[in-house]
């Protein structure tokens, strides 16, 4: 934003001048050393201002209303919000790597905008006989499911610049969970949903695996970029490779 732009204008200028101050009063050693540290700041300089610019951007960056505080019923804006910039940085290859994250594992947001007043994580320690927590339950992971939703119809409706095809076409969308049930913190049937075509995966179906380690999905994500890892993590649990799901 404007407030930050001009900060670290402020920033630059204090110390090319800073940096003009002392100069004539080093040994000549040092003045070289000083003077590649303000070629340096000099390209610092020049960058900030060639990407301060929205001339080169392939998509100008999303219209994000400013003042909206980070609250808990805030969270479907703030979702929203934070997915858009995440497509926009695919857009304009500041990122091709991304990951997405409500909460934390203990956030115990309130889904109020589903009225559901219960906290999430107390509700995920409910147990499997409580009927109104499990309805509460799946009232949230629908809507979780729904916001995947929108980010997938966000890459498909986004061309992929330079190549045919959408920006879904060409990325891999994971969504997950990091425990199996939350009641029990099982690491046991922890489900993994596949969507785009980036890595070439066979789509549009659902598969078990058998209860092997997510360390041998991960190898997979690896190999699919380039990056014949041999293990991932603990290497007894990349016993048998990576999976294969193309």
């Known amino acids: 934003n404007v407030r930050d732009k001009k900060k670290v204008r402020s920033i630059l200028d204090d110390l090319n001048a800073d940096l003009h101050k002392v100069a004539n009063r080093l040994p000549e050693s040092d003045r070289k050393l000083l003077i590649e540290h303000s070629k340096l700041v000099q390209r610092m300089d020049k960058e900030y201002e060639a990407g301060s610019s929205l001339s080169n951007l392939s998509a100008p960056p999303p219209d994000l209303p400013e003042g909206i505080r980070n609250l808990n019923e ?82 498909e409706n986004t061309p992929e610049p330079g190549q045919k095809g959408s920006m879904l076409d060409h990325t891999l969308v994971i969504w997950t969970n990091e425990l199996g049930k939350g009641n029990n913190h099982t690491l046991d049937h922890i489900p993994f949903v596949l969507a785009g075509n980036g890595f070439g995966f066979r789509m549009g179906r659902s598969i078990s695996c058998e209860n092997a380690p997510h360390n041998r999905f991960l190898l997979s994500l690896a190999h699919a970029v380039g990056h014949p890892l041999k293990t991932f993590g603990n290497p007894k649990l990349s016993e048998g490779g990576p999976l294969i799901l193309s």
């Open 74 to 155: 805030n969270i479907p804006q703030l979702g929203r919000l934070q997915i858009d910039l995440l497509v926009n940085s695919f857009v304009n290859d500041f990122a091709r790597v991304a990951t997405l994250q409500y909460t934390k594992s203990v956030g115990q947001a309130k889904m109020k905008w589903l009225d559901v007043e219960d906290a999430h994580h107390t509700l995920s320690h409910e147990p499997n006989n409580n009927k109104d927590a499990y309805e509460k339950l799946v009232r949230i992971n629908t809507w979780f499911a729904e916001e995947l939703a929108y980010l997938l119809k966000k890459l």
